[in-house]
Every structure is written in C-alpha cells, then in structure tokens.
T-cell receptor, first 115, second 114 residues
Framework: QKEVEQDPGPLSVPEGAIVSLNCTYS??????FMWYRQYSRKGPELLMY????GNKEDGRFTAQVDKSSKYISLFIRDSQPSDSATYLC???????????????FGKGTHLIIQP | ETGVTQTPRHLVMGMTNKKSLKCEQH?????MYWYKQSAKKPLELMFV???????ENNSVPSRFSPECPNSSHLFLHLHTLQPEDSALYLC?????????????FGPGTRLTVT
C-alpha cells in the first residue's frame, strides 16, 4: 500500500464550479499537511498548510484534514481557468532532525477548468 | 533574485557525460533538499541538507552526488547516468529540517539522458 494515494485525474470542471481534491494516507504519524499547486514547466508552489485535524480557509481555497479517516481535501470555490494546474498533496511527521525530513507527496491531480 | 533558483533549466546529456545542477536560495533558510519528479510518479526525496550537513540519503544511486558548500547553495553532480534518470529535478529549501517547516521549491531542471 502506497503511503499517500491521490487520483491523478484529469479532473475537468466548468468555470465557477466548486472543485474537490482529495488524498488518503496510511501513516498515522503524519501531522502536517500541505497542498501545492504546480503549473506546467514550473516548480510546486505552496498553497495551503495545516497542522493536525480541522479546516483552514484562505480566499477561495479551503483545506480540510480528517485524521481519524486519514483523509485530506482541498476545496476551490468559484474556480477560474487560471486554477488549471496539477495539485499535489504532501504531508510529514514531526521531524526530529534525523531520518527523512522531506515531504511525502501524492502523485498529483491534474485539474482543468473549462472557460 | 528571489526565492529558490535553479540552473540550468534544461539539460540534455549522454550517458558518459558529467554535469552538475545548481540550486541557490535567497530566503535565509538552513535546510535544502533535492527531489526527483518523474511522469506519473510522486515526487521522490533524494537528499536532505541541514546547516550544510547531509542528514538524509534516500537510497539514491552513487551516480548522483550532492554537494552543499553553504546554506544558500546546493549542487547535484551527475555522472554515467541512465535513460531512466530523465526527470525533473527540483530543489527546495526550508527554515530548518522537520515536518513543521514549509518547503519552497525552485522551478526545476528538466534532465534528459540520451
């Protein structure tokens, strides 16, 4: 079983729709959850960052974490064509400086917003 | 220059060549990372440096050799690569190592091994 599962898509929705992107994970030690957006030929750009369970809102974006279900979501309201990109979920445990302190990523979901 | 920069942006090399990738961060961070991004696969962590010291080598073949001369610069030296090493190589930095710190990525170097 992979540590982080994410549907690669593509997910195609009309402009203005609410988009729901999701990841599931298996490692219960994960405490920090991030969403990155990656445009074609660019590096990933940090969108949202949450700790433990709960919701976090930033403009049109809402991140949700349900640790009991090992499930995280990113919602995009009033989606725009400029939101078309690949969305990567990433997560990590509380690092102590030893071991792997990088992030564990999902494969990314390719999102297309149709004008 | 701001953020994390990487050079070159594109690189084509033969299997017998030696080349180096360069990363520079202008964020005052102390930790730097190399990741590999292949098509249809998750980003794979390769190396982690904290205050210029390597803290993680994620079972990377020896044909990839990292170097971190200071907290702002990170290199990845490449030699006798294989075609399956063709990928996007991403550098990232964070204030320090540890899951609590957000990582900021550069634009990547698109490597093609012929």
């Amino acid at each position: 079983q992979k540590e982080v599962e994410q549907d690669p898509g593509p997910l195609s929705v009309p402009e203005g729709a609410i988009v729901s992107l999701n990841c599931t994970y298996s490692n219960s030690a994960f405490q920090y959850f991030m969403w990155y957006r990656q445009y074609s030929r660019k590096g990933p750009e940090l969108l949202m960052y949450t700790y433990s369970s709960g919701n976090k809102e930033d403009g049109r974006f809402t991140a949700q974490v349900d640790k009991s279900s090992k499930y995280i979501s990113l919602f995009i309201r009033d989606s725009q064509p400029s939101d078309s990109a690949t969305y990567l979920c990433a997560m990590s445990a509380l690092g102590s400086g030893g071991g792997a302190d990088g992030l564990t990523f999902g494969k990314g979901t390719h999102l297309i917003i149709q004008p | 220059e701001t953020g994390v920069t990487q050079t070159p942006r594109h690189l084509v090399m033969g299997m017998t060549n030696k080349k180096s990738l360069k990363c520079e961060q202008h964020l005052g961070h102390n930790a730097m990372y190399w990741y590999k991004q292949s098509a249809k696969k998750p980003l794979e962590l390769m190396f982690v440096y904290n205050f210029k010291e390597q803290t993680e080598n994620n079972s990377v073949p020896s044909r990839f050799s990292p170097e971190c001369p200071n907290s702002s610069h990170l290199f990845l030296h490449l030699h006798t690569l294989q075609p399956e090493d063709s990928a996007l190589y991403l550098c990232a930095s964070s204030p320090a190592v540890g899951g609590v710190y957000e990582q900021y990525f550069g634009p990547g170097t698109r490597l093609t091994v012929t």
